[in-house]
């Protein structure tokens, strides 16, 4: 079990006319957050910044090395809290300056930095990014002591390929600090690529969202500062041949397993909430695998069909288990006695 207390806020719009005069209302609000326990704190998009936007005033008034202030500052209260923080503003690093998401670790150490991949243009003829910053080149995933976490900023929103691209780098949970809301988009890739996503914005609506596309908790003019407690060793299960899953796991760990249903579309998340158990054990004695496993069988026999090959049995975690639920016909009903005489007699 992986489970991590996760905080995220807002900046309200609160904007200033210096860089000295932002990171002072933004440390002040992270000590405010630091003061839930929090595992991790995730910061709104180039914070420090004087609007919305880094390209009010030139970027070199803006940037800072990886050693700068803000960093500097952010890292202590990491190393005094115990805290993972992602710290994003403009850095100024090899003769370039990006747009970055800096994660500090729990001893106030530099765990990673991701570069902003899609920065958004700044000019009417796409010849200048905000005001000159240099798009980064990676998607990273980071391992931290409680899961995966991948991040993305703001414009990148726009890019499907690169949230799929942390999906499959097996990213647990998405980090996405912002300058604007971001909107339903974000749920779109919590639930199509089945991770956390937790944005942090310079607006008004910070959410965390459950990777069946749920908004568990966002921030609002009267709440500017969120946390939930989740478990990145969880599983988002497709009901065809495991729609039994959510009532053995009822029967036999209702107390120690939270389950998650979304009705109309068929998913369910599955999340242990004890620390002795764990989601491999759960698929292993209850026999299922997760919706991108599923999908990804279904891909495996289309390519062979298209390329004319006969296709091979796979021996999926369900075994001979009936596709649907018994309740559905008589001949669902005669599927499941047939399956659970085999169950008996093994």
Not at 153 to 158: K, Q, R, T, V
Request: overall charge negative; aromatic content about 10%; some cysteine.
């Amino acid at each position: 079990m992986t489970k991590a207390k996760i905080t995220t806020l807002h900046q309200g719009y609160n904007f200033y006319g210096s860089v000295e005069k932002n990171r002072e209302y933004m440390m002040s609000l992270l000590d405010t957050a630091l003061r839930q326990n929090p595992d991790l704190v995730c910061l709104p998009e180039a914070f420090t910044s004087v609007s919305s936007l880094p390209i009010e005033k030139p970027l070199e008034e803006l940037a800072e090395t990886l050693s700068g202030p803000t960093i500097e500052m952010v890292a202590k209260k990491a190393r005094k809290n115990n805290a993972y923080i992602i710290c994003p503003l403009l850095t100024k690093r090899d003769d370039c300056i990006y747009n970055s998401a800096v994660i500090i670790d729990r001893a106030g150490d530099i765990l990673g930095v991701y570069d902003k991949v899609q920065p958004v243009t700044g000019n009417h003829d796409y010849t200048e990014f905000e005001g000159g910053i240099t798009p980064g080149t990676e998607l990273p995933v980071f391992n931290l002591d409680f899961g995966r976490i991948g991040i993305q900023i703001c414009f990148d929103l726009g890019f499907p390929e690169s949230w799929a691209e942390l999906a499959r780098k097996g990213a647990q949970m998405v980090l996405w600090p912002s300058a604007y809301n971001g909107g339903f988009p974000l749920q779109t890739y919590a639930y199509f690529y089945g991770y956390y996503v937790v944005s942090a914005v310079r607006a008004n609506k910070s959410r965390i969202i459950d990777p069946l596309g749920n908004i568990l908790v966002q921030t609002s003019e009267l709440v500017n500062i969120i946390s939930r407690e989740i478990n990145l060793d969880f599983s988002v299960v497709y009901d065809d041949f495991n729609w039994n899953i959510p009532r053995e796991i009822m029967d036999n760990y209702a107390e120690r397993v939270d389950i998650r249903a979304n009705e109309d579309d068929g998913y369910f998340l599955v999340e242990p909430t004890d620390n002795n158990l764990t989601i491999a054990h759960l698929q292993q004695e209850l026999g299922f695998e997760s919706h991108a496993q599923y999908h990804q069988r279904h891909r495996d026999a289309y390519a062979r069909f298209h390329q004319g090959k006969a296709l091979l049995p796979q021996n999926a975690a369900h075994g001979d288990r009936p596709s649907y639920t018994p309740g559905m016909d008589e001949i669902a009903v005669d599927e499941y006695d047939n399956y659970l005489k085999k169950k008996e007699e093994k």
